[in-house]
């Protein structure tokens, strides 16, 4: 069983070592919101809500978060004898549209209390077997491919197995080229472009096919499927 008693809210500031380019725009600091659950018999979890500062990723930000969590959201758990966190999620669901990112805050912080309490990894009550797991790294927009370059190849030496460069009208083709002739083709790529591009650009992305990317992450609008599946079969 499970009963949470308390869900406190944090924000906490966090500088960036360096700014953040996007095709959108250039971020300096998060604001993230930490969720600490605690339950009926004292023991503490805690979880974070990936929201951002501004509605240019999802329609979601911390502040829309931050209100759905304490209105509607955490007061369907708290104070429940809950049968487990594997619940939580249809709870949350029930004629209640939207706020997935106010909602995952709160579920993964019960997943999170629920294998404290029973005092197990949460990986191994989730399934899991690895004790390490690879993982990748997303580069923001640099100011020339040499600049890029230089921040691909210390990602590669310090271990990420996959790269994700942010491209942007005018730093796109010229700077995976760069990062392609510089790390070879043994090195994961991929590219992000925060929906840069429309489809009269077509003809200009599929130069990057030359590249051996993983994949073209969002060049068009978000929801404009239609579109994606025309340039995808162009590419």
């Not at 996007?22 to 339950?39: A, D, H, M, P």
């Not at 995976?176 to 591009?197: F, K, T, W």
């Amino acid at each position: 069983m499970l009963s949470v008693e308390r869900i406190t809210l944090r924000e906490i500031r966090l500088p960036l070592k360096e700014p953040f380019r996007i095709s959108s725009g250039l971020v300096s600091e998060r604001r993230i919101c930490l969720l600490q659950l605690t339950s009926s018999d004292g023991v503490t979890g805690w979880s974070e809500c990936v929201a951002g500062e501004a509605p240019n990723y999802s329609d979601e930000t911390i502040d829309t978060a931050w209100f759905a969590m304490r209105a509607w959201v955490a007061p369907r758990i708290l104070k429940q004898e809950l049968e487990g966190p594997e619940i939580v999620h249809g709870i949350l669901e029930r004629d209640f549209r939207g706020h997935r990112m106010a909602k995952a805050a709160v579920e993964m912080g019960c997943w999170e209390l629920f294998a404290r309490s029973c005092g197990r990894p949460l990986a191994g009550l989730l399934g899991g077997t690895r004790e390490r797991i690879v993982t990748g790294i997303s580069l923001g927009i640099q100011a020339s491919p040499e600049a890029l370059v230089r921040r691909a190849r210390a990602a590669v030496e310090q271990g990420y197995q996959k790269i994700k460069l942010k491209i942007a009208p005018g730093a796109d083709v010229p700077y995976v080229r760069a990062v392609r002739e510089a790390l070879g083709p043994q090195v994961h790529l991929m590219v992000d472009a925060n929906s840069a591009y429309t489809l009269d650009d077509a003809e200009h992305l599929r130069q990057l096919d030359a590249f051996d990317l993983l994949m073209i992450e969002q060049p068009l609008g978000r929801d404009d499927l239609v579109r994606h599946a025309a340039l995808q079969r162009r590419l």
